[in-house]
């Protein structure tokens, strides 16, 4: 099946849709980069896979479409050589969510059904059908993106809740259905806000364990410091003992 890592890559590429008017996500880069060339030093065929993955996507988030793309498509061409279905998958995913980005609408829609082709999963599918169901909302196929936003709805998941709501209201609102667009827009805004209250929760409690983390650091340190010290001192004393 799909590793623990690929499944988060696709979840986070898919419903990154909800953010993407936020400032371009440049942070990074230069990390993946360097992972890269350990990777490829290692000869470690998966690591570099997947980190083409990750650098690519952090080019979408950059803005820069066609960089992406390049490696986006080195990771394909590997994963071709290894037969390396599952990252396949997710690949053509993240190729489909840049070419969309770029709003090359046949494009994304090609690369987003090669990548279900390639998935086997019923549970990984849903973020790729989503996106499906978007692309055909953008080309103005209405029924064809109705069907394929309701197989692809998962309710397990507050980010796919909220994806689901905002593609729906967008969907009801072409079609004339405006009090239905405003309920799902009411309940997009409610998924978000449940998200952003979630993640302020999570940074708090993740900047405390840094916290407890660096006191206890710190108090090592000072441990370390105050033994050293009474090594100094005893070595000091040894000096100065006479010798009988």
């Known amino acids: 099946g799909e590793s623990p890592r690929s499944i988060r890559s696709r979840r986070r590429t898919s419903w990154g849709r909800l953010f993407q008017d936020q400032a ?3 942070e990074g880069i230069q990390k993946f980069k360097k992972a890269l060339g350990n990777a490829e030093s290692r000869k470690d065929t998966s690591d570099i896979i997947y980190t083409l993955s990750d ?3 952090s080019y979408v988030w950059k803005g820069d479409y066609k960089e992406s793309r390049i490696y986006f498509e080195k990771g394909i061409k590997l994963a071709q050589t290894v037969q390396n279905n599952s990252m396949l998958s997710l690949l053509y995913h993240h190729l489909g969510m840049s070419f969309r980005m770029d709003n090359q609408l046949s494009k994304a829609l090609l690369y987003t059904d090669k990548s279900l082709a390639y998935e ?3 549970i990984n599918m849903l973020p790729t059908l989503s996106i499906k169901g978007d692309l055909f909302i953008k080309l103005n196929q209405l029924d064809s993106a109705k069907y394929y936003l309701e197989i692809s709805k998962n309710d397990r998941d507050f980010y796919a809740i909220a994806n689901y709501h905002n593609d729906m209201s967008n969907l009801e609102e072409k079609l004339g259905n405006y009090r239905k667009a405003l309920e799902h827009r009411n309940a997009y805004c409610t998924y ?3 998200i952003e209250h979630s993640e302020r929760d999570q940074n708090l409690m993740d900047l405390q364990k840094k916290y407890n983390y660096s006191q206890v ?3 090592n340190h000072q441990l370390k410091i105050k033994n050293e010290d009474i090594a100094r001192i005893q070595r000091l004393k040894r000096r100065i003992i006479p010798m009988e």
């Open 24 to 26: 371009p996500y440049e």
């Open 192 to 194: 978000i806000d449940s």
């Open 120 to 122: 086997t999963d019923s």
């Open 55 to 57: 650098l690519g996507w």
């Open 217 to 219: 650091e710190n108090d």
